[in-house]
């Protein structure tokens, strides 16, 4: 017997998958496929509607949200936008005095600021040697972070200035590092984009290795936290930021 017989005869004895068996290894794939095509579309609709990541990349919030921090943001009360459109859904609600939000900026449109709501519109807001007054009343801020014995510029005694309908007054907890609505005056509520909530994550790096554009140094950003655990805030894990 010659040995390509030999193989003829293994190949006609191997077993021939069945019409059946075609079909339950269909039905099997189709059933391990299900759950993650639904998974994914949870996924997809929670954070395209209900919640957002974000990271800080610098110093203007510093002493309530620091360089480094890793955030999960609610977006769902603030109209998300649909994806692959320029619709949004309609705006629940309006972010009150005291409440950190985050919004696009209303100078570089591609950039989102994190800052705090000091006044909403009809209020009165003024600086006086760095001093907060909101309809003529001052405002008491601990999570104020002043300089102190500074020489006071312009921004620090500005108003009275009543804010405009549909904007709101922010201010960065940093006073010393932060660029706000002293600079380009009050945001439109339509630019608020959510609020943190908590800090799911927090590394010690500077600002300037966070905003560095190239993905290539970011993935070693990320990956050194392996090597540098010790940089990494884990006291703040789990920060609610919503109760600062």
Known sequence: MSATSVALDLRSAAPVPTADARSQLRRRIARFNKPLFWIAIVLLVTFSFVVDLGMVPTASMEGTVLVGDHLLMLKLPYGPHVPFTELR???????????????????EPDEIYLKRVI???GDVVALHGGVLYVNGIR??????????????TW????????????????LGDNRDN???SRYWGPIPVASVLGEPLVVFWSYDAPSSAWLDPNWLHQVRLYAS????????????TGMLLCLK
């Open 89 to 107: 859904l309609p705006q629940l609600r309006t972010p009150q005095a005291g409440e950190i939000v985050a919004f696009r900026s209303p100078v």
């Open 119 to 121: 006044a909403g519109a």
């Open 139 to 152: 405002w008491r801020e601990s999570y104020a972070r002043v300089r102190p014995n500074r020489r006071w």
């Open 155 to 170: 921004q620090e005694n500005i108003g009275p200035y009543r804010v405009p309908a549909g904007s709101l007054f922010v």
């Open 178 to 180: 932060s660029e706000d």
């Open 225 to 236: 936290a392996l090597s540098h655990i010790t940089q990494i805030r884990w006291r703040r």
